[in-house]
């Protein structure tokens, strides 16, 4: 049996191409988080536990963000963000930092960024089903750092009033909410995504803002995944046909 190479490149539209493995790729929660969290022109923007860089390309693909910095600890997928922009001649505009996210001081100024957006392991540490691959193991599990580690990184990279854009599952509302106010961070935006209207939701989309005043959350409409007739919604077609050619 012909055995896949270590990476390989998916298209990500406009030209753009990203370096993917087995273990780091495009997902759709990341699609979604890149479009909920999309930065405004000009803007610096830090992506926490970037993996292959999906979040940063599909930025860039865009063309609006000033720069983008790329924070992820597994050497892999950093050397697959590297391959990526060279691919796409992004030397000037996206800076990758192999480290520990709770070991930024030196590496990545602090309270410079307009945007900070992550998509956190899901579950608690020892918590569900455990991954064997340890790259898949730390994108679902905090092994490698809690969500209060990744609160505590974005407050202390946002400037006053700056973003920290985030995905999460349901059941991980409270702890989130808790942990951002505990780093001063309010709650913003939220929106539900759900796969079809008779199914729990999925997911949620949240945007805080750092020194926020308490209060004034404001909910988004349900995210359908699919349609009333199967298949993906609209908005999801939307969504994707924005960001990647083919991928449907």
Not at 114 to 136: F, H, M, T, W
Request: charged letters at 25%.
């Amino acid at each position: 049996m012909e055995q896949k190479p270590a990476f390989w490149t998916e298209p990500l539209g406009a030209g753009f191409q990203m370096a993917v493995s087995r273990e780091h790729r495009l997902w759709t929660d990341t699609v979604l988080l890149a479009h909920f969290s999309a930065p405004k022109a000009g803007e610096r923007a830090c992506d926490l536990g970037a993996g292959c860089g999906s979040i940063p390309l599909i930025w860039l693909r865009g063309d609006v963000p000033g720069s983008v910095t790329a924070v992820e600890i597994q050497q892999e997928a950093c050397e697959l963000m590297e391959k990526s922009i060279a691919l796409n001649h992004l030397e000037q505009r996206l800076r990758v930092v192999c480290s520990d996210l709770r070991e930024l001081k030196g590496k990545v100024p602090a309270g410079e960024f307009d945007i900070v957006v992550c998509n956190p392991p899901y579950k608690a540490e020892r918590a569900g089903l455990q991954s064997p691959v340890d790259a898949k193991a730390a994108a679902r599990n905090e092994t490698l750092c809690s969500f209060d580690d990744i609160a505590a990184a974005a407050s202390g990279l946002l400037r006053f009033g700056g973003r920290f854009c985030l995905c999460q599952r349901p059941e991980r509302l409270c702890d989130v909410t808790a942990a951002l106010r505990a780093h001063g961070m309010e709650p913003k935006r939220l929106r539900i995504v759900q796969q079809r209207p008779n199914k729990e939701p999925k997911l949620f989309l949240m945007e805080a803002r750092r020194g926020g005043k308490p209060g004034g959350l404001r909910m988004e409409p349900v995210l359908m995944i699919e349609g009333t007739e199967g298949g993906f919604s609209q908005e999801m077609l939307e969504i994707y046909g924005e960001y990647k050619e083919g991928y449907l």
